[in-house]
């Protein structure tokens, strides 16, 4: 699903892995929950796990892809975003 989608579904989780400098910051890769996507501005809200450094903060839809896309040093790849989700029923649980 797309992030917008993602952010809105009451049974997922949207993590991103983003460059931080993209979005103004100090730092580079960072990962962060979603907790939030305003459609009226097209804004997602980061609920940066460095709460001192930064706290929950608005970014742009378009900014935070352009954050998603530089390639991380270590990998040789460009970072990204993973929803994690579970299917609504009270008790479920996917561990085997």
């Known amino acids: 699903p797309s992030i917008a989608t993602a952010a809105t ?6 993590v991103v892995s983003y460059t931080r400098r993209v979005i ?8 962060s ?3 939030a996507y305003d459609e ?4 997602v809200l980061i609920l940066d796990t460095a709460r001192f450094k930064y706290g929950p903060h608005w970014v742009s839809l378009p900014l935070m892809f352009e954050a998603l896309l530089p390639l991380d040093e270590a990998t ?3 970072r990204g975003y993973m929803v ?3 299917d609504g029923s009270e008790g479920s649980s996917n561990a085997g």
């Open 9 to 14: 579904r009451p049974t997922s989780f949207l």
């Open 40 to 43: 009226a501005s097209d804004h």
């Open 33 to 35: 929950p979603v907790g």
């Open 84 to 86: 994690l989700g579970y």
């Open 24 to 31: 103004g910051q100090t730092g580079s890769g960072h990962f």
């Open 76 to 78: 040789g790849k460009s």
